[in-house]
């Protein structure tokens, strides 16, 4: 059965509910999930998952410097996330906070590992958007997320 790690680093506890609505989804996506904080999450961790999910609040348009920190470290271990499914989600203050900055920097930094992404043609393309805690519309956004991330890592990695 494919693995798929979801990381996650919260302050307010907005992002860790996105991370577990997302596992949540995921549950029913065929797959075998583990949610980690970042603080518990070592490159290791994303080599043995088959998909790997990260998510963090906003700050400034940018994501937190503790999962910049784990996507640096995982520069050592350059192309060995190669075909793993990616993702990544953010929550913020504001609707204008740099939501869609903050996700497509995770995003590019997966590309670079040669990691395989999936968007959505419809709510957040790019990821799941929170402003403030989740609410229903993101409550739905989060589990159909999970739930297409971990049939596409069970496609290629089951």
């Known amino acids: 059965m494919a693995k798929l790690l979801i990381v996650y680093y919260s302050r307010s ?7 577990e609505l997302i596992a949540e989804g995921a549950q029913s996506g065929g ?6 904080e970042v603080a518990d999450a070592k490159v290791e961790h994303l080599l043995a998952a ?32 190669d075909d793993k499914v990616g993702g990544a989600f953010t929550s913020s203050a504001n609707i204008g906070g740099g939501n869609e900055t903050t996700i497509l920097g995770i995003l590019q930094a997966m590309l670079i590992h040669g990691m395989v992404l999936k968007g959505d043609p419809q709510g957040d393309h790019y990821g799941p958007v929170a402003i403030g805690a989740p609410d229903k519309r ?12 971990a049939e596409l890592t ?3 990695h089951g």
Request: glycine share 10%; aromatic share 4%; net charge positive.
């Open 13 to 19: 506890g907005n992002t860790k509910s996105m991370a």
């Open 31 to 36: 797959v075998e999930v583990e949610l980690k």
């Open 50 to 81: 088959d998909g790997i999910i990260m998510g963090t609040p906003t700050y400034y348009g940018a994501m937190a410097a503790e999962i910049k920190k784990l996507l640096d470290d995982s520069v050592a271990r350059h192309g060995k996330l």
């Open 138 to 149: 993101c409550t739905q956004q989060c589990k159909r997320y999970g739930q297409r991330i």
């Open 154 to 156: 069970s496609r290629l």
